[in-house]
Every structure is written in structure tokens, then in C-alpha cells.
Antibody
């Protein structure tokens, strides 16, 4: 069965770039979408973005200017970079497989046309932004 | 795109049923049949319980069921058990921000 594991620094300084990697085991990364999701301490979930094995990406509009998600199929890994971090970016960061579905009634040329749900999830990694 | 609205808490006694609502708009929950639900224990990763409004992944007990009416989706847990005490989050397709989560509901088994 597919398993995901996040890795990366647990402490990042303000204004720097947060970088995390998710390693996928038990299955190939060369299918499905792959998402990053975060959860500030004591708060709810926030979707950050996804990448498709082709390399195409889609990001949460509220984070789009600071987010880059990339893929390394040779290592079965995908990564998250979040730039110019502040204390508000302190959160548990999860990676997850995104089981997408094309929505037939939505025009892909005008908006995102792929719904999705997340299964499985990695265990999560806490990233604290502090000097 | 704002988070979907869930009640902060819900509770029930063992054996009873509890229903959690997830309210959005016609641009997300009401417009498409792509609502999913997740169960999260403290300090643990969320787990998929329902997808496409009412479908259960393999291994999820049939005590968990999903439905939708208008702009509100619902998760019902029947025959409540102590192990069902957790946080529950809904999620929906929402167009240009294609994955929006709900605010979360803490379910307490009395």
C-alpha cells in the first residue's frame, strides 16, 4: 500500500524559504495528483497546492505568490517550497495523494476542472517559523 | 474562497447517531458532488472517511454515511462508539481554489 513521509527542517527563520520533501513508497508517483496541506497548531486544515506527475501544478490563490511544488519521479518524491515565511506559516505540514476526478461540466480553459480527495496522508511534520 | 462552515462541536451517547453539517455555496458544495470527509485524532494525520458525497473507501465502517442537500453536506455517524471521538473536516471542490476545507467539528462521545 502507498505510504508517504514528509522530511525537512523543523525550524525556519522569518523571511526565509520553507522547504519540505515527501517520499512516496509502495507505489509510483507517476499517476494521481500529489498535494500539500497544512494545519496551524490548534486550527483547521488548509490546502496549499498539488502537482500532477506531468509537472503541472495548481496552488491555493491565497498562497500562490509564495508557493512552488515540484516533482522528482526518479526518487518518487515531490517537494514544497514556501518563500518569505512568517510566524503565520507555523504549522504541521502534510503531504497526501490526491485522488482527482475531472468534472465534465466545468470548462478547464476558464478555471480548475479537477476535484479531489486525499488518501493516504503522510504523518505530518511540524515547521516552526522563528528567529 | 472562504472555508466551509461546520459547527464547532457535536456530541452523542454511545449507540446514538450524530450528524455534522458542512455548509458552503452554490459555487462549491451545492454545485458539485465532490464533498469528502476526514477523521482526525489528536496529533495524528487525517483519514479519508467519505468521498464524492456518499462513497466510503474500503475499510471505513458502514456506520459512517454522507449526504447532501442544497448547499449543505452532512456526515452521519450511527451507532456511536468511543473510538469515533475525533475531529471531522469536510472538503469540497470550489472552482479556482479547487480544494477547500471546512472549519472542523469536534465530536464528543458522552
Amino acid at each position: 500500500q502507498v505510504q508517504l513521509q514528509e522530511s525537512g527542517p523543523g525550524l525556519v527563520k522569518p523571511s526565509e524559504t520553507l522547504s519540505l520533501t515527501c517520499t512516496v513508497s509502495g507505489g509510483s508517483i507517476s499517476s494521481y495528483f500529489w498535494s500539500w496541506i497544512r494545519q496551524p497548531p490548534g486550527k483547521g486544515l488548509e490546502w496549499i497546492g498539488y502537482i500532477y506527475y506531468s509537472g503541472s501544478t495548481n496552488y491555493n490563490p491565497s498562497l500562490k505568490s509564495r508557493v512552488t511544488i515540484s516533482l522528482d519521479t526518479s526518487k518518487n518524491q515531490f517537494s514544497l517550497n514556501l518563500s518569505s515565511v512568517t510566524a503565520a506559516d507555523t504549522a504541521v505540514y502534510y503531504c497526501a495523494r490526491d485522488l482527482y476526478a475531472r468534472i465534465p461540466e466545468v470548462d478547464c480553459s476558464t478555471t480548475n476542472c479537477y476535484a479531489g480527495w486525499f488518501d493516504p496522508w503522510g504523518q505530518g511534520t511540524l515547521v516552526t517559523v522563528s528567529s | 474562497q472562504s472555508a466551509l462552515t461546520q459547527p464547532p462541536s457535536a456530541s452523542g451517547s454511545p449507540g446514538q447517531s450524530v450528524t455534522i453539517s458542512c455548509t458552503g455555496t452554490s459555487s462549491d458544495v451545492g454545485g458539485y458532488n465532490y464533498v469528502s470527509w476526514y477523521q482526525q485524532y489528536p496529533g495524528k494525520a487525517p483519514k479519508l472517511m467519505i468521498y464524492e458525497v456518499s462513497k466510503r473507501p474500503s475499510g471505513v465502517p458502514d456506520r459512517f454515511s454522507g449526504s447532501k442537500s442544497g448547499n449543505t453536506a452532512s456526515l452521519t455517524v450511527s451507532g456511536l462508539q468511543a473510538e469515533d471521538e475525533a475531529d471531522y473536516y469536510c472538503s469540497s471542490y470550489a472552482g479556482s481554489n479547487p480544494r477547500v476545507f471546512g472549519t472542523g467539528t469536534k465530536v464528543t462521545v458522552l
